[in-house]
């Protein structure tokens, strides 16, 4: 699976680099899902498995980017206060 099949697919939006890193990630994801529980009869070896993989590794990618972004003024004394 490359970048541009995962974009038309999908219609999620993300940078090359991005998508780059997380199918690495999924990838990994995969392969101890298969080495503990199986490949469930050929299931997971199926292209939408490793997708479903990516976008959650995007959605991870981009929630712990915006808690640490959020972490920032804080650990800088600069947060406001109520």
Not at 24 to 42: C, E, Q, Y
Request: hydrophobic fraction near 35%; charged fraction near 30%.
């Amino acid at each position: 699976m490359n970048y541009t099949d995962f974009i038309s697919s999908n219609g999620y939006i993300c940078t090359e680099s991005e998508f780059e890193i997380a199918k690495a990630h999924a990838k990994n994801k995969l392969a101890v899902i298969i080495s503990r529980f199986g490949d469930a009869n050929g299931e997971r070896l199926e292209d939408y498995y490793l997708e479903q993989l990516i976008r959650e590794e995007l959605r991870a990618e981009r929630v712990s980017k915006a808690l640490f972004e959020m972490q920032i003024p804080h650990c800088l004394g600069t947060a406001t206060r109520d």
